[in-house]
C-alpha cells in the first residue's frame, strides 16, 4: 500500500484527520462513521474516552474528570502546572497527547501502518500580542506530535488551509478572505486561489496576509452564560451588613470551558458556601453553590451552547436546567444572544478589514469569501461579513472539515504523498 501523509486540525471545539495518498486526499472517519470529533475527553476511573463517547458518559453523570477547549491552554503558563485528574498529577501535554493519539491511531488503521508525516493546524495567533507565547504554542504542540508518533512535522495556518480545500473547486484565479471561526480564534487570509497553483509546495507569493484574534465561539457561549444564565445563579448579587457584590470571577470561569474544572476546589465551595449564608438572594445564589458542590458546570455550559447553537434558527429558546431544579428553564432570545456577542464581532470585523489592510487591497476586491467554522452560522457574523463583501460570492459548505482537508491537501504538495 502506497505510503501516505496526512493533515490535522486540533481545533477547540472539534478535530478531524485527513490522508494523503497516492495523490488522493480524504477524510478520515475518527468516531464511528463521522469525520469529525468534538475535542473533548473524559477520564473516568479505569477508561478514557474522547468525542461523543465521553460527552454522553459525562452527561450521564459519571464520575470522571471531563475536558474540552483544550488547545487555549497551549501556550499558557498552565501547561507548566498540569491539573489533577482521578485524584492524580496529569500534565496537559500527556492529556492533549491522548486525544490526538486517537486521531493518529484512526489514521494508521486507516492506511496499514503508521503515518509519519504531518501537517498541523494553528491558528495565526494562538495568544494574541505575545509572540513569545505564540511560539512556545507552536513548540508545544510539535512536542506532544512526536510524542504520539509523528516524525516529520509542518505546520500551516488554518484559514490558509480552508482555502487549499476550497481552491480544488475553484475555476480561473480568485482573490479570496478566508474567514475561519472556531471555538477559540478567528483568523484570516487573503490569498490568491487558482486551479493552476494548487498542486504548488509554496505558495507563499500567493498569499497576501493573514491575521487572527483570540476570539471564537467559546467567548460566545461566555457572554450569552453571563448575560442570560449567570443572574439566574446569582451573578451580580450582593451579601452580608454592607451588601457588597459577590466575587465575579466564580462567574466567568464557570463560562468558560478551559476553566470550570479548577472551580472544584475546597476553599472555592467553602468560600462559596459563607457568602450564601449571608446572600441576599439565597435561591440564586443556591444555584451556584449546587453547581460548584455538584461539579456539573460542564453540564450547564453545555446547555448554553445548546441555546447558542438553538438561537442560529430560532427568534428564543428556553434553556432547560433541570439539573439544577425540577421544570427550571430560563429564557434566551436572540437580540440579547446578539448584544451580548456585539463587541466581539466588532472585533472579529476589525481583524477582517486589518487582513485587507495588510493586502494592500479593499472589500470591492474580495471576489470570493470563504467561511470556515461552525462559528460562522451565527447569523450576526452572517450578516456582518455579507455586509462587508456585498459584491463576493459566499462559499460556506464543509464548515467543520475544510480545514483538516486543506491540511492533507498541503501535506500531500509538501512530503509528495
Known sequence: MKQASCGVDFGTSNSSIALAQGGQVRLVPVEQDSVTIPSAIFFLKKETLVGRAAVQRFLQREDGRFMRSLKRVLGTPLMNTGTLVNGRSMTFATIIGTFLAHLKA???????HPVEEVVMGRPVHFVDGNPAADAQAEKELRQIAESVGFRHISFQFEPIAAAFAHEQRVSGEKLALVVDLGGGTSDFTVIRLSAANAAKADRSSDILANTGVRIGGNDFDKNLSLAEVMPELGYRSTYGDKRIEVPLRPFHDLSEWS?????????????????WYQSHDKIRFGRLLKVLEQESGHVLLAATEDAKIALT???SYPIPLNFLEEGLTIPAGR?????AIREDVAQITASATACLLQAGVSAADIELVILTGGSTEVPLIQS???KLF???AIADENKLSSVGLGLAYDSHNKFGR
Open 390 to 392: 456585498p459584491g463576493a
Open 384 to 386: 456582518e461579513f455579507r
Open 335 to 339: 437580540s440579547h444572544f446578539e448584544d
Open 313 to 315: 434558527e430560532d427568534e
Open 259 to 275: 476553566k470550570v474544572n479548577f472551580l472544584y476546589t475546597l476553599k472555592t465551595i467553602s468560600q462559596t458556601r459563607q457568602m
Open 106 to 112: 484512526r489514521a494508521d488503521a486507516e492506511t496499514g
